[in-house]
């Protein structure tokens, strides 16, 4: 059965005891003298997936001349939030001088007429500078997707030291590209993942390649949706979309560039929509990826047929996987999200973290704020410069969750292991030497979290998480 997206959900409901005749008219009283003549505005929205070139919600000239749409049938206390475009997130409003400007809302109650003025397009670039750093380039404004016959903005990170050394790197492929690393070009924001990185390598983490795809505008749910979603009326190009990564931008990103191929160094990222894609392409390619970042995963939107994957795909190659949504974001991802890791786990994937973000939203600053904790997590072993935790055997912890000192079951210590402790974000807090290992691991001075302990004897390497209270 196929589910409906939450807040259809609710409007079904409240339309038992409601008026569904709520309407508000939007016209746009100004928009910049310079844009395009021959350009159509749009209105994208949590009621349209946000979809910035939805043709069902395509404004219309009024008999001023004035750009007009009508929002109508919903039930009185529902708000909308919403942006305007002209097709696309490149293209969407910004404010007087250029800047990001917070989603529009409107709260149904008597019918209504709002005046609008827009100031600025995104694709105007208005006064702003680029705030991409340094070592941030556009590899190619107009890349070919076979796959898709189109052509896309690809984006590319290069870690510091890159042109200095001849070292290879891991690659982090992420998705909608213009949010990534310059506040000119995003949509509500910038991840600033370039910023992140860099202060990571200043600290003496090591930092990967990052290619970030731009999404397609109108495009973005046929190419981040594996499945068509009848109540939008797209999606389904994620194969497609998939592919156009594997085939075609990664065997150009390892011939171009010094890069570590293999599937250990492999990782996909992505928000909302990139966040499902992100586990479906993991699971669909897992030669190519260990390492998957869903965040604020919309899992909703092909609510039954992306379960019924997991299962058919089952665990081939272990992947880490490293889910986050905010506290606000409501069951339709917070339930949903744990959904996904009991999928994960019953389908035989060990390294499911799922996080609730406190105070966090769908939107760029949530995902902002987690990527660090994120890449650290994901990148555990090549960003602390460690062996790769992922082929280590399991270790037994009891008592876990553990107040002050914990045993293994299943291995005992011996004067010439090595134990080592990582916390949730991948940082080695702790560090046993030969003469420091006794019959019991002393945890009373870490902080209430998840933890890796990490144990070498006699050659071989064991894993195990615990919970310190």
Request: glycine share 10%.
């Amino acid at each position: 059965m196929k589910r409906k997206p939450f807040h259809l959900i609710l409007f079904l409901v409240l339309s038992f005891n409601l008026n569904l005749s709520g309407q508000v008219t939007f016209i746009i009283d100004s928009i910049p003298d310079y844009t395009p003549p021959a350009d159509f505005l749009y209105i994208a929205g949590d009621f349209n997936g946000w979809n910035p070139g939805d043709i069902n919600h395509k404004l219309y000239k009024n008999d001023d001349g004035l750009w007009e749409t009508i929002l109508d049938g919903f039930p009185d206390g529902i708000t909308l939030e919403f942006k305007f475009t002209r097709g696309g997130w490149g293209t969407v409003e910004k404010g007087p001088g250029g800047e990001e400007i917070a989603n529009r809302s409107y709260t149904f109650g008597n019918d209504s007429t709002e005046h609008i003025i827009i100031y600025n397009w995104a694709d105007a670039g208005g006064p702003g500078e680029s705030t991409a750093a340094w070592n941030v380039s556009v590899m190619d404004e107009n890349f070919y997707m076979p796959q898709l016959d189109r052509e896309r903005r690809i984006w590319l990170y290069l870690p510091p030291g890159y042109d200095s050394t001849d070292m290879s790197y891991p690659v982090l492929y992420m998705h909608d590209g213009q949010n990534l690393f310059d506040e000119v070009t995003s949509f509500a924001g910038e991840w600033e993942v370039d910023e992140t990185l860099n202060e990571l390598a200043s600290q003496g983490y090591q930092v990967p390649i990052v290619v970030g795809i731009d999404n397609g505008g109108i495009y973005r749910i046929d190419e981040l949706t594996p499945y068509y979603n009848e109540e939008y009326e797209g999606g389904g190009q994620g194969d497609e979309y998939m592919a156009f990564v594997v085939e075609t931008l990664k065997p150009h990103i390892d011939a171009s560039y010094r890069t570590l191929p293999d599937r250990e160094n492999t990782g996909i990222i992505g928000s909302s929509l990139g966040g499902l894609i992100s586990t479906y392409g993991a699971l669909k390619y897992q030669d190519v990826f260990s390492k998957s970042g869903p965040f604020s995963p919309a899992y909703w939107i092909n609510y039954d047929s992306i379960w019924n994957f997991v299962a058919e795909a089952g665990m081939q190659d272990e992947i880490r996987f490293y889910q986050n949504t905010g506290q606000h974001e409501g069951d339709e991802y917070i339930g949903m999200m744990y959904m996904m890791e009991d999928s994960l786990k019953k389908a035989g994937f060990n390294q499911v973290a799922s996080k609730v973000i406190i105070g966090g939203q769908h939107n760029e600053q949530t995902w902002r704020d987690d990527f660090a904790e994120a890449y650290l997590w994901l990148f555990v072993s090549y960003a602390n410069n460690v062996e790769d935790i992922m082929s280590y055997k399991p270790l037994i912890i009891y008592p876990n969750p553990v107040k002050d000192r914990l045993l293994l079951k299943n291995i005992e210590l011996a004067a010439d292991d090595h134990v080592r402790i990582i916390d949730s974000s991948g940082r080695v807090v702790n560090e046993f030497t030969n003469t420091m290992i006794t019959s019991e691991i002393v945890v009373n001075n870490l902080k209430s979290g998840s933890y890796i302990l990490i144990v070498r004897k006699s050659g071989e390497l064991f894993t195990g998480r615990f919970i310190k209270l």
